[in-house]
């Protein structure tokens, strides 16, 4: 009898922006239903040994609470972080986190802020916001079925990443890492990151899956990823239809500005929306 | 005072353009002749405030300013005031404006003695500046619409330097039980204190959808000894350094009989009946009523004033539609869903529900917080109730209920609004009342079937700046 599918929730406290927490109960309901013993663990400050889990998940936050927790992560969970890669845990890394897991990040001051190094990628603060439904066609690698991913994107942030590095996807609608490559997040080995946020699994049941397996891979210590029991996907699936219909009717519509007429954004920042880059 | 021409020019230039809005079936015209009147006299809105020799109050925060607004106005007018409310929730300057307007004669002089304006957030600071109100309430400060919004953090900073720009004689009252709230103004001369000090409807812990979990001053987690909803309750930061103010006036017990209905014990010895239900009511009726009194009114009268308010638009709202008792319940975010739904779980004993999630820019576009309600309460429920899903994101709320572990046979998809209010007029016990949750755009859909099928009136069908 193997141990139940341990699942790590960093910072789940500060780092629970955009129903992030919904990504957590996707995985645990899917490993449920096919009657995988699975349980998560909340990660909070300190010292971690992070290669026990077999998925690691980090959600994004506000920015008081994310220099906060940034500030741990580096101090505490580097060594960790790159141990748990190397041993084959799967890693989903949104917004912040994704951006944390590269070689540093440069704010709209100019001060420059050190990762964790652990991918060869590199973030900026943009001079706007990217707000709105995004479409992705999932990188080949992942095999995908269907290739598309539906998600949100809030974010102020670019990112590119390095000669190596392969885009979780490909940009059909949104803004994406920047706006230039037409890539969006980043898939290397069992690590995803993304500025895909909060409902991102739960409408791309395909992609919690390639997580769950990864992760049972890891628990087992297989080197094989082993594919999992079909599910009735109907309702997930009907909503992924939904999301791509609706963020497709958007694609190479005019900008709009979100509180129209001059209206004080809270933190000052332009709000448009949708942005796309490839009309 | 000599004539001021361009105000006039402004006031007739709004006036026409409500006109012209309603002719052309624009809507009600709840913001056009603001706008029109702002652009030819961009200090309009001060100028006609100040004819109002009664001043204003503005009623702001994320959730509940449309009913305590309301509550506060009814009060005021059951006093023998005449009341200026931006009733329509058209709460931008510009729906400020063009509710000003419409109280104006044509020279520019105010019809009514006071305004009582519900304001935005992110709009109070310039308020403020123009109006110079009497009263500020500040109602909570709780995670909405991000994607509109900004964090929340920021909000609060945003509020806070509108309060410090308050005139000395202003009276803040706020609602010290949110931490957010009280970090924006425990240091403020005009602060009146309210909160609740009644154990008749506790939360075990901090829900999911609490923000405010750490000490504003030092970051520390903050140690809560009641939670009432949200992150609002009574706490202290165990380092010592932030803690719940005492407030001047507390609810002291919590009567809920029914699902419309508080009957709230109040620390000055007051009792206050209210048609309205649920928890999150009894704050806004505590803030209305503190709000009351500091202009003046002796206990009694502000008490039985707020007894005579009736929801409307929405807010618990009660139409007869296709055969059917529905009451509507306006959420906008996860902290107002999770208090919703509560309040119609635990007082309503409700079985049939519709919600409605809609993703226009009013509502948010970004739909994930429907991962930070409490839908769980759905599946736990002895009821068992049956859901229609019903707006633009019916699918993502369906996929929602799913995860929450509400069987999938209680759940109906129907994106089309008559015909999901028909579905639930037919789902469960008939003559039980059902239960209508919408987001904000999604209510004005469904409420436009209830106007065509005569159910509810337009809601500019109801008169503004005038008492009833």
Redesign the interface.
């Known amino acids: 009898m193997s141990r139940p599918l341990r699942i790590g929730h960093l910072y789940p406290d500060a780092m629970n922006i955009y129903g992030d927490v919904g990504n957590v109960r996707t995985l645990v309901q899917r490993a449920r239903w096919r009657g995988i013993d699975v349980e998560v663990l909340a990660i909070g400050p300190g010292p971690a040994e992070l290669a026990e889990y077999d998925l690691l998940f980090m959600g994004g936050g506000q920015d008081r609470d994310q220099s906060r927790i940034f500030g741990d992560f580096t101090e505490h969970k580097g060594s960790a972080m790159e141990h748990a890669l190397e041993d084959g845990v799967a890693v989903l890394a949104v917004c912040g986190g994704y951006q944390l897991l590269g070689e540093s990040y440069v704010d709209a001051d100019g001060h420059e802020l050190t990762g964790l190094g652990l991918l060869d990628l590199r973030s900026s603060a943009g001079h706007d916001r990217w707000i709105g439904n995004v479409v992705i066609e999932a990188d080949a690698s992942l095999q995908l079925q269907p290739r598309t991913v539906v998600g949100f994107e809030n974010h102020g942030g670019r990112t590119r990443l390095g000669a190596g590095l392969h885009p979780l996807g490909r940009v059909v609608v949104g803004g994406g890492n920047n706006g230039e490559d037409g890539g969006e997040g980043v898939v290397r080995g069992r690590l995803i990151g993304t500025y895909l946020h909060g409902s991102l699994l739960p409408k791309n049941p395909h992609l919690a899956d390639w997580l769950l397996a990864t992760a049972l891979a890891h628990r087992d210590a297989a080197g094989l990823v082993a594919a999992l029991s079909p599910l009735d996907d109907s309702v997930e699936m009907a909503a992924h239809s939904r999301a791509l219909e609706l963020a497709m009717a958007e694609r190479g519509r005019r900008a709009v500005p979100l509180r129209g007429r001059g209206a004080p954004a809270a933190d000052g920042r332009r709000g448009w929306l949708p942005y796309n880059p490839h009309p | 005072m000599s004539p001021d021409l361009r105000l006039r020019s402004a006031v007739l230039a709004g006036k026409a353009a409500a006109t012209a809005s309603r002719m052309l079936r624009r809507g009600g015209g709840t913001t056009i002749p603001g706008?029109v009147a702002l652009a030819v006299d961009p200090r309009a809105l001060g100028k006609l405030a100040a004819g109002l020799p009664g001043g204003v109050v503005l009623v702001t925060g994320t959730n509940g300013k449309t009913t305590t607004a309301g509550l506060i106005t009814t009060a005021l007018r059951s006093n023998g005031e005449q009341v200026l409310n931006n009733s329509s929730g058209a709460n931008?300057l510009?729906g400020l404006c063009a509710a000003a307007v419409a109280d104006a004669d044509g020279a520019g002089r105010m019809r009514s003695r006071l305004a009582v304006f519900e304001v935005d957030e992110?709009?109070l600071?310039?308020a403020v500046a123009e109006l110079r109100p009497r009263v500020v309430v500040l109602l909570n400060l709780l995670r909405d619409q991000?994607?509109?919004?900004?964090?929340?953090?920021?909000?609060a900073a945003?509020v806070g330097r509108a309060l410090r720009r308050l005139p000395p004689h202003a009276a803040i009252v706020a609602n010290v039980d949110d931490p957010l709230v009280t970090a924006q103004c425990l240091d403020l001369p005009g602060l009146v204190p309210v909160g609740i000090d009644a154990d008749d409807f506790l939360l075990p812990g901090l829900p999911?959808a609490a923000d405010a979990?750490a000490c504003p001053r030092c970051?520390t987690a903050l140690l809560f000894e009641r939670v009432v909803l949200a992150h609002c309750g009574t706490y202290a930061c165990p380092t010592g350094d932030f803690v719940r103010p005492q407030p001047a006036t507390a609810v002291t017990a919590i009567g809920a009989p029914a699902i419309d209905a508080l009957r709230l014990q109040l620390s000055d010895g007051a009792v206050v009946s209210a048609a309205v239900g649920g928890v999150y009511n009894a704050y806004n009726v505590l803030a209305a009523y503190a709000a009351v009194r500091a202009l003046g009114i002796d206990p009694t009268r502000a008490a039985a004033g707020i007894g005579g308010f009736r929801p409307r638009f929405g807010r618990q709202e009660r139409l007869r539609l296709f055969g059917r008792e529905m009451r509507f319940l306006l959420a906008k975010n996860p902290a107002g869903f999770d208090e919703v739904l509560r309040t119609a779980d635990e007082l309503g004993d409700a079985a049939a529900y519709l919600i409605a999630i809609n993703?226009r820019?009013a509502d948010g576009?970004?739909?994930?917080?429907?991962?930070?309600v409490d839908f769980e309460r759905l599946a736990r429920s002895r009821r068992r109730p049956k859901v229609v899903a019903a707006g633009?994101?019916?699918?993502?709320l369906?996929?929602?209920l799913?995860?929450a572990g509400v069987d999938?046979q209680r759940v109906t998809?129907e994106t089309d609004p008559e015909r999901a209010l028909r579905r639930l007029a037919t789902t469960g016990d008939p003559a039980s009342e059902a239960v209508v949750v919408p987001t904000y755009t999604a209510m004005l859909e469904l409420r436009r079937v209830a106007e065509r099928s005569g159910a509810a009136s337009a809601f500019w069908s109801e008169p503004v700046g005038t008492p009833s």
Do not use: C, N
Request: net charge negative.
């Open positions: 706008d931008l510009f992110l709009w600071e310039q991000l994607d509109r919004s900004g964090e929340l953090e920021t909000t945003q999911h979990r970051g993703d820019i576009r970004d739909v994930s917080w429907l991962w930070d633009s994101r019916a699918h993502d369906a996929v929602r799913k995860y999938q998809v």
